[in-house]
């Protein structure tokens, strides 16, 4: 069984890299989506997953 959050943190991601090109308020609403899933999947997670949530974060931080 997949780790539903884990998922859902990724997509979260892929979206805010998506609207990174969107206006500033639809690029800054994304980035708090992905953040707060991100750390929903955290604490709920292996710790393979969270090295790979780790680096979903630093990719967060270059879209700033």
Avoid: D, G, H, P
Avoid at 3 to 31: D, H, P, T, Y
Avoid at 46 to 55: G, N, V
């Amino acid at each position: 069984m997949a780790n539903r959050l884990f998922q859902q943190a990724r997509q979260f991601v892929e979206r805010a890299k998506e609207a990174s090109s969107s206006n500033c308020e639809e690029r800054e609403e994304a980035i708090m989506k992905a953040k707060n899933a991100l750390s929903s999947a955290y604490a709920n997670s292996t710790f393979a997953e969270q090295q790979q949530l780790q680096e979903f974060q630093n990719e967060l931080e270059q879209l700033k």
